[in-house]
Every structure is written in structure tokens, then in C-alpha cells.
């Protein structure tokens, strides 16, 4: 996997001996070895097509909005350095989000299922949501879990999205047409708070 657009670092990385600090089922996260506010993703599997299929698509999803512009539209995503060779596959290399105490920053999920949804989180929750609006950004999955929330201080948190930046199947349809782009905006945030509701009222039940 080589996008020309990105930069390609060199030497290899050796990644396998370290833990990630982010896994899923197609790809893992880990701190850069030579870098503490980089991390690395690389594929699950190397082996994996679609593994790899993803690493490719947040490369070009994420090209497709930094040429597009205006810089507003990236203020809540991970700068993409560019890709590097790994003993673990060909990795991308991006901004890493922690908190202002030097943690890596949690998922929404992971934060709202531990401490349940503080009035400040309440509105971090609500800058991400006009920010998308005001963006008209139709994401693939703007779900809590894809939503990394980085606390600044103890009463502010901002809220960036880490992936599934871009619908492909609407993305061109809705840059052409406002009125189509706020509603399925709208539906993607009526989904979102769904979810967020499902997650505060489990904490509620379970604290």
C-alpha cells in the first residue's frame, strides 16, 4: 500500500514487540516508538484484504478532505503525517490524542460508560455535533466509538473523530446539494445521540 500524496518514512519501524494501545478487528494502534505524539496504525493482518482495503481508504478519505478545504474541515481529525514500512505491515502514521495530563485520550464510549456524561462532556458532545453541521461532513460512522474525547482540563473536553470520516456513497451528492447534505447530517447526529443516550442510561442503571 503506497499513496503517493502522504510521505513515505523511512527505516522500517519494529512495532512487534510493543503493546498496542488500541485494537480492533481490522487494525491496531500503537505509540510511536521514536515519537510520543505520533501513533501508528497498522493493518490486523497483513495478510488481510480487508485490512488492508481499510488502511488504503483512510489514506484516500482523509487526502479527499484536506484538498478540499477549507482547514475548519480537519479541526477535528488526526493530522495524517504519512504511511511508514513496519515489521507489522505498512503503517500510517498520525497525530496521537492525549489529554492534557499526557494520558492517551479514551473514546467516548470508553469515557461516558466510566464516568457517565458530565455537563462538560455534555458540551463537548454538542461542539462536535455544530461542528459537523456547520461542516456539512456526512460521515461513514460518526458513532461514539469512532469519537476520541480529550480532556484539556478538568472541565473541558474536545471531542475529534478518529475514523469513518467520509460516506462515500453520499459524499459527492452531498457537496453539491446543501439541503440533502443537512438532512443526512441530521440523521447521522439523531443517530449519534441514540447511541449516546443507550451508554448514559446504561452507566445510570449500572452506577
Given amino acids: 500500500m503506497r499513496d503517493e500524496s502522504f510521505p513515505f518514512f523511512a527505516p522500517r519501524l519494529s512495532l ?18 521514536e515519537n510520543p505524539d505520533l501513533c501508528v496504525k497498522v493493518p490486523a493482518r497483513s495478510d488481510d484484504g480487508r485490512c488492508l482495503a481499510l488502511q488504503r481508504r483512510e489514506l484516500e478519505d482523509y487526502a479527499s478532505l484536506r484538498d478540499r478545504g477549507p482547514a475548519t474541515l480537519l479541526e477535528r481529525i488526526p493530522v495524517i503525517e504519512g504511511v511508514v514500512d513496519t515489521d507489522l505491515g505498512v503503517g500510517i502514521v498520525s497525530e496521537l490524542c492525549r489529554d492534557a495530563d499526557g494520558r492517551i485520550s479514551r473514546n467516548l464510549t470508553t469515557v461516558i460508560s466510566e464516568q457517565g456524561l458530565s455537563p462538560s462532556l455534555v458540551a463537548a ?11 456539512r461532513l456526512v460521515t461513514r460512522d460518526t458513532g461514539p466509538h469512532n469519537v476520541v474525547a480529550m480532556r484539556l482540563d478538568e472541565d473541558e473536553w474536545k471531542l475529534v473523530i478518529v475514523e469513518g470520516w467520509v460516506h462515500r456513497r453520499y459524499q459527492w ?11 443526512m447530517v441530521g440523521r447521522q447526529l439523531a443517530k449519534f445521540d441514540r447511541r449516546v443516550s443507550l451508554l448514559a442510561g446504561i452507566r445510570a442503571g449500572g452506577s
Fill in 16 to 33: 512487534a514487540g510493543l503493546e498496542p494501545f488500541a485494537t480492533g478487528g481490522h487494525r491496531r494502534c500503537y505509540v510511536h516508538p
Fill in 173 to 183: 451528492l452531498a457537496r453539491c446539494h446543501r439541503v440533502f447534505a443537512d438532512r
Fill in 125 to 135: 458532545i454538542d461542539g462536535l455535533k455544530q461542528w459537523l453541521k456547520a461542516q
